[in-house]
């Protein structure tokens, strides 16, 4: 079997990379570990930055999108009570809209028109440097497709990164001493608008999927165990969290889904390695506070959906040569935003009576502050 590029990964980076080389005439082929019953089982974020809406438009996937998406022009935060909305269409005349990872993973797959393997076991890289090749396993047999090139859109724990010597990769990191424990609920959301919490035990997020479903999360710590928190303990601590008319307001109901994801920065640097081209996750992660991770996603993608395009069209290299610049660029804002928020709205256990007094000092300059506001608003709302 022969393509041009090899996507490693149907999550929303290599879906959507795929989408956007089948509009363009590339030949590409999706490989993919899991199931895609599995892949659209996933609960993940929810909040898309215009760009990202603006790529659902080229993608011509926008329909569903803007039905059912919910246009959100500010969010609140909370701190020990005091609550302060960010207007974000006054600050920086952009908004975000709600429409779940899993809805544009949806999207993707009905729309796909190129060849994607499901269930595609023992996935390897072979020599990007020169001739690459990725070979899998299906059904007790081996299968192999020769490529030009080969994009890892694997996710954290895919193949591709780990396929990279180790002296070829340098990567950053910070692990943070706590997680998110997030409930999925078919319960109206107790706000119009997102909601942010920090409290003295610990941060908390009321999210949301629809007018009928809501997502909400409580920060708790690394070690702990899902199994120690039954529905009724879950909204009795989430409460308590937020501000006392919210938590008034809040309606309850049995768990949809209920998991622990653990927070973490990591960057992975260069993205490229001669053939091989790392996007998505499997090149960084940010912590959720922010609601990057999957509009960082999209962005790589894009960029190196343009670069391949201008390849095979152009016959230039100029896009495919700065991809891992240019994309690293957007990257690291996005993880100093992501890192920022996780630092103001969480608490750390080690933060002392002098870290959690610089913590309020933040939060009531951001709150005093229009210029800080319309940083937070146009960091949030995605760099242009
Ligand atoms: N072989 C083939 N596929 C693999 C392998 C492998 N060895 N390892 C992982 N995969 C698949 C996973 O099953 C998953 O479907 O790669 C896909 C990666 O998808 P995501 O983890 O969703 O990553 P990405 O597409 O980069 O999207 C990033 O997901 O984690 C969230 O917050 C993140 O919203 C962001 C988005
Ligand atoms: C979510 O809805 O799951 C969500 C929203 C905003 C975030 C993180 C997660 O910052």
């Known amino acids: 079997m022969r393509t041009n590029v090899a996507i490693v990964g149907a999550g929303p980076a290599g879906l959507m990379l795929g989408r956007l ?10 490989l993919e570990r899991k199931s895609a019953d599995y892949v659209l089982g996933r609960i993940r974020a929810g909040v898309l930055e215009q760009g990202s809406v603006d790529l659902m438009e080229r993608a011509q996937l926008a329909g569903r999108l803007h039905a ?14 005091d609550s302060h909305r960010i207007d974000f269409k006054a600050l920086v005349g952009r908004s975000v809209t709600v429409y779940g990872q899993t809805e544009v993973t949806r999207d993707l797959m009905e729309a796909r028109t190129g060849t994607t393997i499901y269930e595609a076991d023992e996935v390897q890289l072979h020599d990007f440097d020169n001739s ?9 047999v081996t299968h192999r497709l020769d490529c030009d090139y080969i994009t890892g859109c694997d996710g954290y724990h895919g193949v591709s990164r780990a396929s990279v010597p180790a002296t070829a ?7 943070y001493p706590f997680g998110w424990l997030g409930m999925l609920v078919d319960k109206p959301p107790v706000d119009h608008e997102l909601i942010y919490a920090h409290h003295e035990r610990g941060f908390a997020l009321c999210s949301q999927r629809s007018p009928t479903r809501s997502r909400y999360y409580v920060q708790v710590p690394t070690s702990e165990k899902l199994e ?10 989430l409460r308590r969290r937020l501000p006392a008319r919210t938590a008034e307001a809040l309606q309850t109901g049995p768990a949809l889904e209920k998991s622990i994801a653990p927070l973490r920065s990591f960057v992975a640097e260069p993205l490229r ?18 609601a990057k991770g999957l509009n960082l ?3 790589d993608v894009a960029m190196l959906a343009d ?19 240019n994309a690293l660029d957007r990257i690291w804002k996005a993880e100093r935003f992501s890192w920022w928020m996780t630092s103001l709205m969480h608490v750390f256990p080690d933060a002392g009576a002098f870290g959690r007094r610089i913590q309020r000092a933040e939060f009531d300059y951001l709150t005093g502050s229009l210029p800080a506001q319309q940083s937070l608003a146009e960091n949030y709302t995605g760099l242009l």
């Open 21 to 30: 080389l089948d509009l363009a005439g590339v030949d590409n082929v999706i």
């Open 169 to 175: 990769l340098t990567t950053f990191e910070r692990v």
């Open 273 to 290: 390695f001669g053939r091989l081209f790392l996007a998505g996750d499997a090149a960084h992660i940010v912590p959720p506070t922010g």
């Open 132 to 140: 690459p090749s990725v070979t899998w396993r299906k059904d007790g």
């Open 228 to 237: 120690n928190w039954s529905d009724e303990q879950f909204w009795d601590e």
């Open 307 to 325: 670069a391949l395009i201008e390849h095979y069209g152009e016959r230039s290299d100029a896009g495919l040569d700065a991809y891992s610049v």
């Open 68 to 81: 059912e998406g919910l246009v959100h022009d500010g969010t609140l935060l909370s701190f020990d009570g």
């Open 297 to 299: 996603a999209l962005s």
